[in-house]
């Protein structure tokens, strides 16, 4: 059974350009979270997809938006990157909102130059 | 308003002697809480959780960690280091109105020989 699988692995991008990152969740799971990781930080929620919405928010500008798939997979995208969007994104998916077990991907390391 | 601090930003310790990370929360309410690791170059895996049950919970990899309702903590430890518990260790508090999990800044785990 594969557990949660983000790609790329590792992405270069230019300031002011924007990207997609891709996130596979654990077989079974419904629900995909998004998270930034600042260096030497710990994660910071991003948003939380169910049943093709969004359904929570956290702290962050609307040029972080978000899309999940019939098939439970999800997309983040980030428009105008800014040097500080630099950060691994990490995914993780869990059953039917209940976070008290997330699984997650080994991130998307982003740098923004 | 909920939150989370890890006390240390860094730990040393040497194989074989026990480990302590100290992790202190605020919450109006009974909180829930967890332990994850991070491993260079992997996902962040639940170490374990606490969800008003026993206060003394066990995790994975010979980890517990003990609720103190009295002094708002919830210090991870383990009797015997291992080499390969070298990794970063996350605090987190989940949010009662959202289920939104808080994550503290983490504490990096280092195992001398």
């Known amino acids: 059974d594969a557990g949660v699988t983000q790609s790329p692995t590792h992405l270069i991008k230019t300031r002011g350009q924007q990207v997609t990152l891709r996130c596979s969740p654990k077989?079974?799971?419904?629900?995909v979270s998004w998270y930034q990781q600042a260096l030497g930080q710990g994660p910071q929620f991003i948003f939380q997809y169910y049943e093709e919405e969004e359904r929570q928010r956290g702290n962050f500008p609307d040029r972080f938006s978000g899309h999940q798939f019939p098939n439970y997979s999800s997309e983040l995208n980030v428009n105008a990157l800014l040097l500080g969007d630099s950060a691994l994104y990490l995914c993780?998916?869990?059953?039917?909102?209940?976070?008290?077990?997330?699984?997650f991907g080994p991130g998307t390391r982003l740098t923004v130059t | 308003a909920q939150s989370v601090t890890q006390l240390d930003s860094h730990v040393s310790v040497s194989e074989g002697t026990p480990v302590l990370l100290r992790c202190n929360y605020s919450?109006?309410?009974?909180?829930?809480l967890f332990w994850y690791v991070q491993h260079p170059n992997k996902g962040l895996q639940l170490l374990l959780k606490y969800t008003s049950a026993a206060t003394l919970v066990k995790g994975i990899n010979g980890f517990e960690a003990e609720f103190k309702k009295s002094e708002t903590s919830f210090h991870l430890t383990k009797p015997s280091a291992h080499m390969s518990d070298a990794a970063e260790y996350f605090c987190?508090?989940?949010?009662?109105?959202?289920?939104?999990?808080?994550w503290g800044a983490g504490t990096k785990l280092i195992i001398k020989p």
């Open positions: 993780a998916s869990s059953q039917r909102l209940a976070i008290y077990e997330q699984y």
């Open positions: 077989s079974g799971h419904d629900t």
């Open positions: 987190v508090v989940r949010l009662d109105s959202n289920y939104q999990l808080i």
């Open positions: 919450s109006s309410y009974s909180p829930s």
